[in-house]
């Protein structure tokens, strides 16, 4: 069915509706244009977002955690999901909203063409209609006149007080109204069957002509819009295997965390190496000698019961003298902890010492 044939009166709905098409077709690219707008927005949030959430230089210690170092590797696909955001904005515009303008200009341009030629046509037509009214209306008063004047002929005929000559002039006036009657009545005939043929041709074949390129316009922009709808699915689909393998290594992340190597890490970083404290033994005050100085009751233990070094242990810093300062020894660590950082500090001095040889 074409609207050449079924909508060959509905010029003014047809125009309307192509308009229409042509706006919502350009309504569809304001939506792809917002959508990529918080494609942008959503993957420079994300950025920025992982970016914030990086580890600070303070917390490198806590980095050796298994579950700081899966948020870490979290934070690094978050950042590849962004890109991903990025990507899809970009064929967006590349590929969608740059389709649909370049459609949309040549719609209307073809649109214009067709009722400038459509408005032609009409306006052709109406001339038409409008020369064979007037020949009509003369052929009409023409027609009259002459019947005014075959009467006048025939009343002058039979009146006997008329000469010869006045009813010779009343025939004369019947003969001329005829003749242009008759030429009015073959005027009105010509402009009729021009005006006949020129309106079979109008809506025959010229007005649904411009119809029937106004409806391919309007089918190709129907099957333009949804050429752009499964574009938009397929440049989803174009990054769907990345994101995937983004989840996968979301997933591989939260996998590694080890609830139980973390723990242990926390009593390497803290345990003291101290062991707890023995017994408080019962003080007989009756047993001592009360001329003895207070310090001979301090208990033997050299800890005290919060666990530190008791002020009378001497303390040996000689042996480690070698490493500078007191800080640079460790020495306000508690044992086990002083032990890991020497460790650490004898194997550096090693390794320096060997790039040396």
Excluded at 6 to 19: A, H, M, P, V
Excluded at 122 to 127: I, N, S
Excluded at 248 to 270: L, Q
Excluded at 322 to 328: A, I, P
Aim: charge should be positive; include cysteine; charged fraction near 30%.
């Amino acid at each position: 069915m074409s609207w050449g044939t079924q909508l060959w009166d509905q010029y003014e709905n047809i125009s309307s509706q192509t308009n229409k098409g042509i706006e919502f077709l350009e309504k569809y690219c304001s939506f792809i244009q917002d959508r990529l707008a918080i494609e942008k927005e959503y993957a420079t949030k994300l950025r920025r977002l992982a970016k914030s959430y990086q580890p600070k230089k303070r917390e490198e210690e806590d980095n050796e955690f298994s579950s700081c170092q899966a948020f870490r590797n979290v934070l690094k696909e978050i950042n590849d999901l962004a890109g991903q955001r990025e990507v899809v904005a970009e064929s967006l515009e590349q590929r969608i909203v740059q389709g649909i303008q370049v459609l949309s200009k040549a719609l209307r341009d073809e649109r214009k063409r067709c009722l400038n030629e459509g408005t032609s046509l009409q306006q052709t037509l109406t001339a038409q209609l409008s020369a064979l009214d007037r020949a009509k209306r003369n052929y009409e008063k023409a027609f009259r006149e002459s019947e005014r004047a075959v009467e006048n002929h025939k009343k002058a005929d039979m009146d006997l007080n008329l000469s010869r000559a006045e009813v010779e002039r009343y025939k004369n006036i019947m003969t001329a109204k005829i003749q242009q009657s008759d030429d009015a009545k073959n005027e009105y005939a010509n402009q009729l069957q021009k005006t006949n043929n020129l309106q079979r041709q109008h809506y025959g074949v010229a007005l649904p002509t411009v119809f029937n390129r106004l409806q391919e316009l309007d089918e190709k922009r129907t099957g333009g819009i949804r050429e752009f709808i499964i574009g938009t699915a397929e440049v989803e689909s174009a990054v769907a295997p990345i994101i995937a393998r983004c989840m996968e290594g979301i997933v591989k992340a939260g996998e590694s965390i080890n609830e139980k190597e973390d723990s242990f890490k926390v009593i390497e970083r803290y345990q003291s190496g101290f062991t707890p404290p023995t017994d408080i033994p019962f003080d007989d005050l009756s047993k001592h000698n009360p001329d003895s100085p207070l310090d001979s009751r301090v208990l033997s233990n050299h800890f005290t019961v919060k666990g530190t070094i008791s002020k009378g242990v001497k303390k040996r810093t000689a042996i480690f003298s070698f490493f500078g300062s007191n800080k640079e020894d460790f020495s306000d660590l508690p044992p086990s902890q002083r032990r890991k950082k020497l460790q650490a500090k004898i194997a550096e001095l090693q390794h320096k010492l060997n790039q040396e040889v």
